[in-house]
């Protein structure tokens, strides 16, 4: 492994990977060792209690946040402005029931996610445990600023637009199509995302070539959802903890935090699984 391998090398580390007789295109060699919809209940109407109480179920700034959550986690209810996260991230007062299995073990189907705190495209940092007990799967989306499949899932998730997720095969007389891993059956997703019936959660990660939190705030402005944080793996923590070996790849948890596949190459297994 050399610190010194340019961008120019990664590029080419992009190959035509094959699985199982699948062809793969994505990008491989990892090397290094080293809110959407409104969380809680609806808004309340900010009238309280009779006995003066907040409601806590309520949300009397209409920050998104209850009035529970808020004075869970120390935000001022009654102020618009202090949030629990920027993006609207969901949030959960039970979270400190989520056993932690810590780093040491790699991933398994059925294992619980080890404890990932990551900072966001705000520069806040962003406790996936947040994420669970809604009822709704979390995509693991992990990959790197400068792979181009991963680009194209987010140019795709950006604006809708399915012909993002075209491309050109290396050989002359091969037409432009979707990528292989990508069906017409999936074509949902976007919406999914948007309705929030799923959590998606862009993970990049440094392979090689160093990077800094100014690449995960450039990918977010380059492909704005408000919906999808995009999430710092600095110590590539997670991206090691599954491993991840080529990307894009999507792992899918429960919304107990369970891995449902454990994918190190490819988002072939993460499609099927949301859309059985
Ligand atoms: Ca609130
Ligand atoms: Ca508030």
Partial sequence: MTKLQTPL?????CALLLLGGTTFIGCGGVTDSTNDEQPGEQPGDGEGT?????????????????NAEEDHAGTDPNDADSVIYQGGWPYNMTKDTIEDPGWDDTASVGSVLPHFIAMDQNEE??????????????VLDTGTPW??????????LSDGDESHLNWKGPNDDQPEGPYPWWKEEYS???QMVQDGDIYWITIIF??????????IQEWDETYPNEHIPVLFDEDNELVNHIPVTCYPTLNILDENLEFLNVTSCGPFDGLRLLFP
């Fill in 9 to 13: 090398t990664n590029l080419l580390a």
């Fill in 50 to 66: 009779e006995d003066g109480v907040a409601d806590p179920n309520g949300d009397d700034d209409g920050d998104g946040y209850t």
């Fill in 125 to 138: 940092m962003v406790d996936l445990y947040d994420f669970a007990f809604r009822g709704k799967k979390i």
């Fill in 147 to 156: 792979c181009k499949p991963c680009k194209a899932i987010a140019a795709y």
């Fill in 188 to 190: 949902d997703l976007y």
């Fill in 206 to 215: 440094t392979e090689a070539t160093p990077i800094d939190i100014g690449d």
